[in-house]
C-alpha cells in the first residue's frame, strides 16, 4: 500500500491548485474526487456565466485564454481539463472518500468506497455544492421540486416558481421567461440580492418591474402541491398554479464530515471550522481546509479566486516542517 506524503480530498480548482504545489515539491500525493474533475463546475447551469474574469480563475501560473469579458462554464471546464493534462495529476475519479481517521503522528487513514490509503496530511478540499439548504416546508419532497438548475427548456410553457434573489435564482428566472415559462419569484427579502451580477441585476429589476416576471417579496412559501402552492405575502397567503418549483435557496458544506474527522466548527450557526489562518491547519494536526470550505455557512466569502493561495500556504507549511 503506498504511503503519501499528502492525500487532496476534491478535485475542483483549489484541489487541483494544491497538488501543483505539491508536485512542485515533489510530494508523494493524490487527490481523490467523487465525481468528475471540477465536478461542481460541470454541474453548474449549462449557460452559467462566472462573476470572476478568467485571469482570475487561473491556477499554476497557466493563462486562461477567453473571448468573452467573462468566462462560462463550457470555457472553464475545457480550461481545467487542459491543467490537467498539462500537470498530469495523480488524481482518482468517482471515489468518494468516506472517511479520515488519524492514526498518530503523521498518519492519517482515508477509508473512500473503494480504497484505504495511508497519509502523513490531508486537505480537504470538498467545497459546499453538495448539500442543499432545505426549505423545511410541507411538499419539499415532490419531484416537481429541484434544487439544482440545468437548463430552461424543460420549464418552456409550464408554472414555474423559483425561490431565491441570488445569482442562481436572477439567472434561471430570466433564462426560463425567455424561453417561454410563466415565471414567478419568491423572495424572503425585500430586494434583489446586492451580490448579484451587475450586468444581470438591472435585466431581472426590469423584467419585474414590467410584470414580465411576477415577484413577491418579503414572502415565504407555506406549502407546495401537485397542482399549486401557497405562499405567505405581506398582503396575506396567496395560492396560484405551478408546475415546478425551483429552489434555489443556497447550499452548504457537509459539516457533519468535518466533524466526523474531529474538525471543531464554531457554537453559531455559522458553524465556521477551526483553522490557523496562517498555514490553514485546523485543530487536527496535518489535517488541512483549503477553498470555500472554509467558510462554513459563509459560503460567500472564499472563491477561487481569494482561496487559490491556501494551495501554496498549505504545501510550504508541510515542507518547512
Known amino acids: 500500500?503506498?504511503?503519501?506524503?499528502?492525500?487532496?480530498?476534491?478535485?475542483?480548482?483549489?484541489?487541483?491548485?494544491?497538488?501543483?504545489?505539491?508536485?512542485?515539491?515533489n510530494l508523494r500525493y493524490l487527490i481523490i474526487e467523487k465525481g468528475a474533475i471540477v465536478n461542481s463546475i460541470f454541474n453548474y447551469p449549462l449557460y452559467m456565466t462566472f462573476f470572476s474574469t478568467a485571469e482570475r480563475l487561473e491556477i499554476g501560473d497557466i493563462p486562461f485564454n477567453c473571448l468573452a469579458p467573462k468566462p462560462g462554464r463550457q470555457e472553464a471546464l475545457e480550461y481545467y481539463r487542459n491543467i490537467h493534462r498539462y500537470f498530469n495529476f495523480s488524481i482518482n475519479l468517482f471515489e468518494k472518500v468516506t472517511g479520515i481517521e488519524k492514526k498518530g503522528k503523521n498518519h492519517f487513514e482515508i477509508v473512500t468506497d473503494k480504497n484505504i490509503y495511508n497519509?502523513?496530511?490531508?486537505?480537504?478540499?470538498?467545497?459546499?455544492?453538495?448539500?442543499?439548504?432545505?426549505?423545511?416546508?410541507?411538499?419539499?419532497?415532490?419531484?416537481?421540486?429541484?434544487?439544482?438548475?440545468?437548463?430552461?427548456?424543460?420549464?418552456?410553457?409550464?408554472?414555474?416558481?423559483?425561490?431565491?434573489?441570488?445569482?442562481?435564482?436572477?439567472?434561471?428566472?430570466?433564462?426560463?421567461?425567455?424561453?417561454?415559462?410563466?415565471?414567478?419569484?419568491?423572495?424572503?427579502?425585500?430586494?434583489?440580492?446586492?451580490?448579484?451580477?451587475?450586468w444581470v441585476k438591472p435585466d431581472i429589476?426590469?423584467?419585474?418591474?414590467?410584470?414580465?416576471?411576477?415577484?413577491?417579496?418579503?414572502?415565504?412559501?407555506?406549502?407546495?402541491?401537485?397542482?399549486?402552492i401557497e405562499i405567505e405575502t405581506p398582503e396575506g397567503k396567496v395560492t396560484i398554479e405551478n408546475d415546478f418549483v425551483l429552489a434555489l435557496t443556497g447550499y452548504k458544506p457537509d459539516l457533519n464530515f468535518l466533524e466526523n474527522c474531529g474538525i471543531q466548527l464554531s457554537d453559531?450557526?455559522?458553524?465556521?471550522?477551526?483553522?490557523?489562518?496562517?498555514?490553514?491547519e485546523t485543530n487536527v494536526e496535518g489535517l488541512f481546509l483549503a477553498g470555500v470550505v472554509c467558510g462554513g455557512m459563509q459560503t460567500h466569502k472564499w472563491f477561487i479566486e481569494n482561496s487559490r493561495i491556501h494551495a501554496k500556504m498549505i504545501v510550504d507549511y508541510i515542507t518547512s516542517k
Not at 500500500?1 to 512542485?24: F, N, R, S
Not at 453559531?268 to 490553514?280: C, F, Q, R, W
Open 119 to 198: 497519509s502523513k496530511n490531508v486537505v480537504i478540499a470538498t467545497g459546499f455544492y453538495d448539500i442543499p439548504i432545505s426549505m423545511n416546508v410541507k411538499g419539499e419532497e415532490l419531484s416537481k421540486v429541484r434544487h439544482y438548475y440545468k437548463e430552461a427548456h424543460e420549464y418552456a410553457f409550464r408554472n414555474v416558481l423559483i425561490v431565491g434573489a441570488n445569482n442562481s435564482s436572477v439567472d434561471a428566472a430570466l433564462e426560463c421567461w425567455r424561453k417561454g415559462a410563466n415565471v414567478t419569484m419568491v423572495i424572503r427579502k425585500n430586494e434583489i440580492n446586492n451580490r448579484v451580477k451587475y
Open 205 to 228: 429589476e426590469n423584467r419585474i418591474a414590467e410584470g414580465s416576471i411576477k415577484a413577491y417579496f418579503e414572502s415565504n412559501i407555506t406549502e407546495i402541491r401537485e397542482t399549486e
Open 1 to 25: 500500500m503506498t504511503d503519501y506524503d499528502l492525500i487532496i480530498v476534491g478535485g475542483g480548482p483549489i484541489g487541483l491548485a494544491c497538488a501543483i504545489e505539491a508536485q512542485k515539491k
Open 268 to 280: 453559531d450557526e455559522l458553524k465556521i471550522p477551526v483553522y490557523n489562518a496562517e498555514t490553514m
